[in-house]
């Protein structure tokens, strides 16, 4: 009998529209997943499953910098490996690296086995999986359609960034990115217990979920005086998100309390005391122009100045966009402005945000991918932004595994790359919310890309099979890192300074498009101002 089951299940997941999808996308991270590394963090998740697996706490030894979501999973799935596998052989120092690490300040010198890298990337693997699902249901009842959900599934599950982020360079930026998507998920299904659970997990894998509350607060306060002014049912549905974010920070804070770690729990939230770090792919990117160094510098002194000022312009902006959310609620009942808004907000997060990295893009793909199946494109759209994708995906890479081989042409292979990039300012393809998000992979890719150069994330293939040699990745590593730029002193800063200059222009076109669609196109704020005060007052 339950033979019987289990075939019966099989067949029903090998049935599924997404089967295929499926398969190809889990064959493709794997093949990249065992023996590629990010040299800088991995010696953190190696020493903080070590940390886990020997019985000391995630805080336990200064290593981990985070709130203790991923820790916790990074140590579940290690732990119950370690009662099969040899810990102490996931990883190794190699002597080799220790002059590219002292050249490059990028390379810790660690190396982890395909075996290690298979254990902690596959909780990762897991969540796209579980992301794209969500994606594909989601779409599915808006729009009523399954092609339109398999292509919105296809456009997450096979995007190079997010292939990048979680296969490749190791990240759990996705794990954020599935507890962003539940809580739109689950406000815009008034949801409200659900929601405070998604708001706890999310607070607890970074803090920057907590940005959503006062949106939230105010919608489950607006329903009922839209409606009848209901006191009752807001204090229930205020409740049912507390009593979900209580019960959710509760739980993980319980294994923090029994090895005496709860004082540390409050440290990752601190670390900007230290002195911030401007830059990335944020607004801050035009320190990369030549002449414009002391920009960092300037932000790295006047640490307090920068935080507090970015934190008030980023809170007006939600207040603004709360208020034109209220208006724009009360006349249509239209839930669908609840991913609107989400999406505006994090446009908020990045535009205000002193750092913008790679792996952080991905807290917007969904929402792009929902806003943008949903509002229409055709399949020649959907084929011609796969298409572009890949083979973006595939000039890049090659351009930045040849460029340190082609010594005195290195800099011609990167220069086509970046004119390239300057191109895709003229792409336009389907609506703005999927051509921003093809601008954003790009982007996120050639950045990721130019930090170091690729070579040194091989270093599994030198050390565990004969297909590399550990004296090229240093020759190839400080060769890439030595090319001269267009317009600067290195090609790196070349190209932070282009795609900080296309992400924040794409940023820019999906605000102010979704502002017209909440305010210019109706123009409702004055008079849905008239009306909720007559209402309140009436009541």
Not at 524 to 529: A, K, V
């Amino acid at each position: 009998m339950k033979k019987d089951v289990i075939i019966l299940f099989i067949k029903k997941i090998q049935n599924h529209d997404l089967f295929y999808s499926l398969m190809i996308g889990i064959l493709i991270r794997y093949s990249i997943a065992l023996y590629t590394i990010q040299p800088n963090d991995i010696i953190v998740w190696f020493k903080e499953s070590l940390n886990v697996i020997y019985g000391l706490g995630i805080y336990e030894r200064p290593y981990f910098a985070y709130p203790p979501i991923w820790g916790y999973i990074l140590g579940v799935f290690l732990k119950f490996s370690s009662l099969i596998f040899n810990p102490r052989e996931y990883g190794y120092y190699i002597k080799e690296f220790h002059q590219l690490d002292y050249v490059t300040g990028m390379v810790s010198g660690f190396v982890t086995t395909p075996l290690f890298n298979f254990l902690y990337k596959t909780p990762l693997i897991i969540t796209d999986i579980i992301i794209g699902y969500l994606i594909y249901k989601v779409i599915l009842e808006l729009k009523n359609d399954k092609r339109f959900a398999i292509y919105a599934f296809n456009l997450w599950f096979f995007n190079p960034l997010v292939i990048l982020v979680s296969s490749y360079i190791g990240k759990f930026d996705n794990i954020l990115t599935l507890f962003i998507l539940l809580i739109a998920i689950f406000v815009y299904k008034r949801n409200w217990f659900f929601t405070g659970i998604s708001l706890g997990l999310g607070i607890f894998t970074k803090i920057y979920p907590i940005i959503f509350l006062p949106i939230i607060l105010i919608l489950i306060l607006v329903e009922k005086i839209t409606d009848r002014y209901q006191f009752k049912k807001i204090i229930l549905n205020l409740l049912y998100l507390f009593f979900g974010i209580f019960l959710t920070s509760s739980i993980i804070i319980l294994p923090l309390l029994f090895n005496d770690e709860y004082g540390r729990l409050f440290s990752p939230f601190t670390r900007i005391e230290t002195g911030v770090g401007v830059g990335g792919m944020s607004i801050w990117s035009v320190r990369y122009l030549t002449g414009h160094e002391w920009i960092y510098d300037w932000a790295h002194t006047h640490t307090k100045f920068v935080i507090s000022t970015l934190f008030k312009i980023q809170f007006s902006l939600i207040l603004f966009i709360t208020v034109l959310f209220i208006f724009k609620y009360i006349k249509s009942k239209e839930k669908l402005i609840t991913y609107y808004i989400f999406t505006l907000i994090i446009l908020i997060s990045y535009l205000t945000n002193y750092t913008l990295n790679p792996p952080y893009l991905l807290w917007i793909f969904p929402l792009l991918i929902i806003l943008g199946t949903y509002t229409g494109f055709g399949y020649n759209s959907y084929k011609k932004i796969m298409l572009i994708i890949f083979i973006y995906g595939v000039i890049s890479t090659s351009a930045f595994l040849l460029a340190p081989l082609l010594k005195n042409n290195a800099p011609f292979i990167i220069y086509i790359l970046e004119i390239i990039l300057i191109l895709s300012l003229l792409i336009r393809i389907g609506n703005i919310y999927l051509n921003s998000l093809l601008i954003l992979t790009i982007s996120g890719i050639t950045f990721y890309y130019a930090i170091k150069g690729i070579w040194s994330d091989l270093a599994p293939f030198a050390i565990f099979t004969n297909i590399l040699d550990l004296k090229n990745i240093d020759e190839y590593t400080i060769r890439y890192i030595s090319i001269k730029g267009l317009f600067n002193n290195t090609v790196s800063s070349d190209i932070y300074l282009l795609t900080g200059l296309l992400v924040n222009y794409c940023f820019i076109l999906v605000f102010v498009s979704i502002i017209k669609y909440l305010w210019i196109r109706d123009h409702i704020l004055i008079n849905n101002l008239k009306k909720i005060m007559g209402k309140v007052s009436r009541k």
